[in-house]
């Protein structure tokens, strides 16, 4: 159980393109979604926490315009990364979770690689 | 602000062996903390989860403890298989927070066969 799929696993595209990338709960209703940005080598960093039907709560230093979160449903969430340069290209990785407290579980990613 | 240190950053072994993993954070008032495991270019896999309350977890081989007042947590991982190899990361749940999680660096293992 808890399984959560992210869509699309890579993506490469031109400066100045638009990505959008979805997280879905499978088998459970998802009260909190969260995006992280991995670079190599490197931790995770939490960008944005998002909850069904509200606006999603950004981390200090990420730019609301450049990263849209959308959480329209209690099994999706999406991650937009607007008019995207060399710069934002990275591992993106998503969470759901069920509650505070309550366990995290994540998707497999996506590489976002920007040329 | 919560911050989690990993020790050692890397960690190559030969096959067979017990190793301990490390984690350390800088405020005891948490949820939970949980031990992951991170192959190349995936997503994480949860391995571990430890509520506050408690002093240990156990799955299989893996067996992970958490001393609050302290601020640390150990990742034990008998008779290692080169299967195990990966990158382990440990991550917090801050009490204050409700739901977001706090990660450390993470500690790349190798076990060699």
């Known amino acids: 159980g808890a399984v959560v799929s992210q869509h699309p696993s890579r993506v490469i595209c031109k400066s100045g393109t638009s990505v959008k990338i979805e997280c879905r709960s499978l088998?459970?209703?998802?009260?909190?979604m969260f995006w992280y940005r991995q670079f190599p080598k490197k931790s995770l960093m939490l960008m944005a926490t998002?909850?069904?039907?509200?606006?999603?709560?950004?981390e200090q230093g990420v730019e609301k315009d450049k990263f849209l979160i959308n959480h329209a449903s209690l099994t999706l969430s999406t991650l937009t990364v607007t008019s995207a340069h060399p710069e934002d290209s990275s591992f993106y990785i998503c969470?759901?979770?069920?509650?505070?407290?309550?366990?995290?579980?994540f998707g497999d990613g996506t590489r976002l690689s920007i040329l | 602000k919560q911050e989690v240190t990993q020790i050692p950053a890397a960690l190559s072994v030969p096959e067979g062996e017990n190793l301990v993993l490390n984690c350390s954070f800088t405020?005891?008032?948490?949820?939970?903390l949980q031990w992951f495991r991170q192959d190349p270019g995936k997503g994480l896999t949860s391995l571990l989860l430890?509520?506050?309350?408690?002093r240990e977890q156990t799955s299989g081989r893996l067996n992970a403890s958490l001393d609050k007042s302290s601020g640390r947590s150990t990742l034990y991982i008998a008779a290692s298989q080169p299967g195990d190899s990966a990158t382990y990361l440990c991550?917090?749940?801050?009490?204050?927070?409700?739901?977001?999680?706090?990660f450390g660096a993470g500690t790349i293992l190798r076990v060699k066969s």
């Open positions: 405020d005891s008032a948490i949820y939970n």
């Open positions: 088998d459970f209703q998802a009260t909190t």
């Open positions: 991550a917090v749940m801050p009490g204050e927070y409700g739901n977001k999680l706090v």
């Open positions: 969470s759901a979770g069920q509650g505070p407290g309550q366990p995290q579980h």
């Open positions: 430890i509520q506050s309350s408690q």
């Open positions: 998002s909850n069904e039907g509200s606006k999603a709560t950004y």
